[in-house]
């Protein structure tokens, strides 16, 4: 009868150590999904404020602010941004004109060369915007992109009724886990 007693403790204390072991990691997922956060925020600003538009027939857009947080110490860099199209009824693009700039929090947006990070690439079989950085980006406790379309005004309602997914493969690792779970999407228009 002791011996049972005894094997029924130890039983009793292994459950204990193998739920709080499973506790223990599941917060560590939390706290380390919580130190590498990516937020889009679709903005749609016409920045042609000349009418330069009715000239060259194109439209440019600030498009989208990427924010891009950690909390942690570990040095992190970004090196390039792909965005997926998903039109509507499978609508393709043939092309497709961007450029990424490095926002400064403290003042307004100024898609000027000092803060150009990049000109995009359209890779038109996979209906994909490549944004690929000149020099890796390091990363620092909040990062704000901002994303501008040069749109011709027959693009126009067709980048409304679809929307782009951030590729999570290109994302550095310590990012692709919050990435996994959170709708990284860019809606231009309403959201479906």
Do not use: R
């Not at 693009?155 to 779970?181: C, H, R």
């Amino acid at each position: 009868m002791k011996y049972i007693g005894l094997l029924l403790t130890i039983c009793s204390m292994a459950s204990l150590s193998f739920t709080s072991k499973q506790t223990n990691e599941k917060q560590e997922e939390k706290l380390n999904s919580d130190q590498f956060t990516i937020k889009i925020e679709p903005k749609w600003d016409n920045l042609d404020k000349n009418n330069k538009s009715k000239i060259f027939k194109d439209q440019w857009i600030l498009a989208a602010d990427i924010i891009i947080k950690k909390t942690s110490p570990e040095y992190v860099s970004l090196h390039e941004l792909h965005l997926c199209w998903h039109g509507k009824n499978g609508k393709k693009i043939n092309e497709l004109v961007a450029s990424l700039y490095e926002k400064n929090s403290d003042k307004n947006f100024m898609p000027i060369e000092q803060y150009l990070i990049c000109d995009s690439t359209w890779k038109k079989s996979e209906q994909t915007l490549i944004l690929k950085f000149e020099k890796p980006k390091m990363l620092f406790s909040a990062n704000k992109f901002s994303l501008v379309l040069t749109i011709p005004k027959d693009l126009i309602n067709t980048l409304k009724s679809g929307y782009f997914t951030l590729d999570t493969k290109f994302l550095p690792i310590e990012y692709q886990e919050y990435a996994a779970v959170n709708d990284l999407c860019l809606y231009l228009g309403d959201k479906h």
